[in-house]
Nanobody, 118 residues
Framework: EVQLVESGGGLVQPGGSLRLSCAAS????????MVWVRQAPGKGLEWVSS????????NYAGSVKGRFTVSRDNTKNTLYLQMNSLKPEDTAVYYCNAHRVLTGRDYWGQGTQVTVSS
């Protein structure tokens, strides 16, 4: 059974930090391009960050660049998102996505809530 399970969300004050994790199982994690997206209340999905299969190439949305860091551990089948200097506008449900480039196949996690508020 394919699973992507996000964790690490919660309530944090502005300026604080959180580290999200996305644990993968049921497929070959190391073959997949991984993506973090988020959905703020009442808004559509927003791409946040992506990382290639080896972890050697990363990309970030302008709104999070310099504050968020994406990484992966292919030995643990886990994707991470280190979020620093959090702002209220970062409040959203964060989802991880596993994308197989050659076939276009996507898997999604159930999401984890991040709330930035004083």
């Amino acid at each position: 059974e394919v699973q992507l399970v996000e964790s690490g969300g919660g309530l944090v004050q502005p300026g604080g930090s959180l580290r999200l994790s996305c644990a993968a199982s049921g497929f070959t994690f190391s073959n997949d391009f991984m993506v973090w997206v988020r959905q703020a209340p009442g808004k559509g999905l927003e791409w946040v960050s992506s990382i290639n299969t080896s972890g050697g190439m990363t990309n970030y949305a302008g709104s999070v660049k310099g504050r968020f860091t994406v990484s992966r551990d292919n030995t643990k089948n886990t994707l991470y998102l280190q979020m620093n200097s959090l702002k209220p506008e970062d409040t959203a449900v964060y989802y991880c996505n596993a994308h197989r480039v050659l076939t276009g196949r996507d898997y999604w996690g159930q999401g984890t809530q991040v709330t930035v508020s004083s």
